[in-house]
């Protein structure tokens, strides 16, 4: 019996779920969620993320999904205003899990969060 995909949503913090260019690491442990395996899915932003303290509007989010039959795959940018489609890979060292992460620069100043909209495509 195969699992039935729903929608979901993820929180992305700027101030914590960031990859600190400055420090070469990410400022914590990133959680991800599992996924349906071989499931489409659009993904839209909606942000009220700012760097530098409050000032810089951050409209754009990285999400990595490891897998091995999607070529095309593994890291993508989702912008607010436009969707992405991403297949959740059916192989790969975890390849049903989704994390979510800014970069920036130096993330101690960072505000707010955005949230990561997933809606299955149906066939």
């Known amino acids: 019996m195969s699992t039935k995909a729903t929608k979901f949503t993820m929180t992305v913090n700027p101030l914590t779920d960031v990859l600190d ?3 070469g690491k990410l400022m914590t442990d990133l959680i991800p969620y599992d996924a349906v395996s071989g499931q489409e899915y659009a993904v ?15 409209n754009k989010v990285v999400i990595y999904n490891t897998t091995n039959t999607n070529p095309k795959g593994w890291f993508y940018v989702v912008e607010e205003g436009q969707s992405t489609v991403i297949t959740i890979g059916k192989e790969g060292t975890e390849n049903t899990k989704v994390y979510a992460f800014f970069i920036d620069i130096t993330a101690q ?6 949230t990561l909209t997933f809606t299955p495509v149906c066939e």
């Open 21 to 23: 260019i400055t420090k």
């Open 109 to 114: 100043d960072n505000t707010g969060s955005a």
């Open 44 to 58: 839209s932003l909606t942000s009220k993320a700012k760097y530098h303290k409050n000032e810089l509007p951050v």
